[in-house]
């Protein structure tokens, strides 16, 4: 049964100023202690472990416990654990991720552009988008850092970072498997093996299977079932000697299976006279696309559309890090990586059962990276000095197959298939350092200055395959375009921030910060040479300015941050996706350095122990104005005092966790709630693409029996609809793309410890 109520803003706000009020009432009358001492959340926000209120950043951490309990898959899963960030797996699963923290992200399923969010996996940059997405399997911790991070991690950080660990290898021996079934057809199994090979030395090793089928439910006969077999695997030696300490780690993945179906929003209500139906109609069985299709029913998870669409991903990668304590006070670390992916991704973007739109998204990527770091921890100041290199190859093998159902039929230059095979080259050197030092006695100062030098080379091979003989429907190849050019920028970014210690359990800071995303070349669909030749775009700035408040009160089990930000956001890049000035032609997908943007906000987290048994959980985010300031694109469409897309005003997590026993075994139980208001897809406001303020309410139910547990778990368990992207092509096929976010899941595992 529905719970439309767990979509009502009113009641989400109801019910998280009563929860906020709680925490706050029971702290108030828990004055004395409640058992032992609050845990000190340590975090990485710095590339060293700090105490979470000693850190002049808004960061939200995340314990990898938590992600195995509640069956977290990957990456794309962990947007609700910190205020204003989102995260959705964009163009189906496979596809790029869209990553935006306060408001700044790159709604872009292209496969050669980066993140304004960086995302490091055990300290290191992952590069370009195709890599954000990470499993989640034997995981540390994560570290969600809010704003610029542009001195210590530097390259393309504008909005933010995910720092991502994994469990490394302990001086013992014991492991732990884990074993997994759930609707939906799904399999999973975990393992680790912890070994301590010496008094020095240990080896780790982790595997992760996951098999499992979508909750779109395609109604289309003759398509394949959709869904995905992932392997993955991960081995990490850790030795310390005297000075010295060692940490190596491989890493390789193995994925195969059927993209997740796309959903055909039609938008047209009468095919014949082009009478359009509302955006609240549009989807229905009362709309149609340009061709007089629906899918022939009102359930929001049903699709029917002709989807052998095959997904397959193999990567391997390598990290060496090597710390050096050259004495007391100063530690030299070297931190080297190399990763590998090959990924091809096929789709149906016309979501019925005709070929009017289908394709494949191929690449070939790898990313070296080198990085030497030195921190000196004196009595009276703190100071991290490096220099970073990194050097990315994408080599994409892409093609579009337009209107092939309608060859010979209509003019050959609608029913073309587009294939470009583009190489992109990108290399970053910077220069960085930043120092905190103590004054007086309850102040610290903190500053940082980074420079960076990057380069592109591009490579844009275009080539059609067109009918030229209406006998001959398969047609000929004949070249289309090819644009090569190179292009660099340079400049410095970084921090200052005062932190006052106002009282021994409160931190207040002013952070003044800023970041670049480096400029770049569209290799995505572009359907003319003169498209191709301007698709290069430049870097963006972001100046923020943030007003932050920490607080810890150990005894009475409470913790409280709260942030202010206000963005002058410069040259932003923006994908943009707009209709063809030729009748009857794909949409121009451009992306822009648009004008200006101004965004400004509050966030609050709060974190209570109210009694042994129960822990309260709450964060707020609240973004008044994310809007574009002047701008009219290329195409004379004017976006001026537009939302910003992918930007929530509202957006609201609560969780519980009760910890009791049965039979004198520890039981535990945990609920998560979260909240997105309203947002558009689009920079357009588009109607039709926008997705309606909803809720997610995830639960898991742990029970311990000596080394043994058990688990039944459950995401989005109100099955409630929403979508992760939809992708306008009324001008072009009369319907918007459809890629629906996942309904109901549930299942048990079963984990063994020894």
């Not at 530690?331 to 394709?359: K, V």
Request: aromatic share 12%; with cysteine; hydrophobic share 35%.
């Amino acid at each position: 049964m529905k719970r439309p109520f767990l979509k009502d803003p009113k009641f989400m706000m109801l019910s998280s100023t009563s929860l906020a009020a709680c925490v706050m009432a029971s702290a108030v009358a828990q004055g004395a202690e409640t058992g032992k001492d609050m845990e000190v959340i340590s975090v990485y926000a710095q590339k060293r472990p700090q105490a979470i209120e000693d850190v002049s950043v808004a960061v939200s951490q995340v314990d990898g416990e938590i992600l195995k309990a509640q069956h977290f898959k990957d990456s794309t899963e962990i947007g609700l654990f910190a205020p204003n960030v989102k995260i959705t797996q964009n163009a189906a699963e496979g596809t790029p991720p869209a990553v935006s923290i306060r408001g700044v992200g790159l709604l872009d399923y292209n496969t050669a552009n980066t993140s304004p969010v960086a995302m490091y996996l055990d300290g290191v940059a992952v590069g370009s988008a195709n890599n954000q997405i990470v499993n989640l399997y034997d995981i540390e911790q994560l570290d969600i850092l809010r704003g610029p991070q542009g001195t210590l991690f530097g390259r393309n950080s504008t909005g933010g970072a995910i720092l991502i660990r994994s469990n490394r290898p302990e001086f013992d021996s014991y492991g732990a498997l884990t074993l997994g079934v759930a609707n939906n057809n799904a399999t999973s199994v975990d393992g680790m093996w912890n070994q301590q090979l010496s008094d020095s030395s240990a080896l780790r090793i982790a595997v992760n299977y996951q098999d499992y089928e979508y909750s779109t439910n395609n109604i289309y006969a003759d398509s394949p079932t959709a869904g995905m077999e992932q392997k993955n695997a991960r081995v990490s030696f850790l030795s310390e000697w005297d000075n010295v300490e060692l940490y190596l780690q491989a890493h390789i993945e193995d994925w195969d299976g059927i993209a997740q179906p796309v959903g055909n929003i039609g938008v047209v209500a009468n095919p014949l006279t082009g009478e359009l139906c509302s955006p609240a109609d549009a989807g229905s069985t009362r709309c149609f696309d340009n061709f007089g299709f629906n899918d022939g029913s009102d359930d929001f998870f049903a699709v029917s559309v002709n989807n052998d669409s095959p997904h397959k991903s193999d990567g391997y990668g390598f990290i060496a890090e090597l710390n050096w304590h050259l004495n007391e006070q100063s530690t030299f670390t070297s931190l080297s990586s190399f990763n590998d992916l090959e990924r091809s991704h096929a789709f149906n973007c016309d979501g019925s059962p005709a070929r009017l739109c289908e394709g494949v998204l191929g690449l070939d990527t790898q990313l070296f990276s080198q990085e030497f770091r030195l921190l000196n921890e004196f009595a009276d100041y703190t100071l991290t000095s490096g220099v970073y290199f990194a050097d990315e190859t994408i080599e994409q093998d892409n093609l579009n197959d337009i209107l092939r159902d309608f060859r010979g039929i209509l003019p050959t230059n609608l029913t073309a298939t587009f294939i470009y095979d583009n190489e992109i080259k990108m290399q970053n050197l910077a220069v960085f350092s930043q120092i905190e030092v103590p004054v007086a006695d309850k102040w610290m100062i903190t500053a940082g200055l980074r420079y960076d030098y990057e380069s592109l080379e591009y490579d844009s091979i275009a080539t059609l395959n067109a009918v030229v003989d209406v006998n001959d429907l398969d047609g000929v190849l004949v070249p289309f375009y090819r644009v090569t050019d190179e292009q660099s920028d340079n400049g410095f970014s970084g921090q200052f921030a005062v932190n006052y210690r106002y009282s021994d359990t409160s931190n207040l800071y002013y952070r003044f910060a800023n970041g670049s995303k480096s400029g770049g070349y569209n290799g995505g669909f572009l359907s003319s040479e003169e498209q191709a030749i301007l698709a290069n775009y430049g870097k963006e700035r972001l100046n923020a300015h943030e007003i932050g408040l920490k607080s810890f009160w150990p005894g009475k089990q409470l913790r409280m941050n709260w942030a202010a930000f206000y963005y002058d956001y410069n040259d932003q890049q923006v994908f943009m996706n707009q209709a063809s000035e030729t009748p009857q032609m794909p949409p121009v997908q451009l992306l822009e350095n648009v004008a200006d943007s101004t965004i400004y906000g509050l966030e609050t987290e709060i974190n209570y122990q109210a009694t042994k048994q129960l822990a309260m959980l709450l964060s707020v985010g609240y973004i008044p104005h994310a809007e574009f300031e002047d701008y009219v694109d290329p195409l004379g469409n004017s976006i001026t005092d537009n939302q910003l897309p992918f930007t929530s005003k509202w957006n609201v997590s609560a969780g519980l966790k009760y910890d009791t026993s049965l039979a004198s075994y520890p039981l535990s139980a945990n609920i998560i709630y979260d909240y997105q208001s309203e947002f558009y897809f689009d920079q357009n406001m588009n109607p039709y693409a926008r997705q309606d303020g909803f809720s997610i309410v995830n639960a898991h139910l742990k029970y311990d029996v000596d080394n043994w547990s058990f688990t039944l778990w459950g995401k989005n368990l109100f099955d409630t609809e929403y979508s992760q992207l939809k992708f306008d092509l009324s001008s072009f096929l009369g319907m918007l793309e459809d890629f629906k976010g996942e309904g109901r899941r549930y299942g048990f595992d079963v984990s063994l410890q020894f």
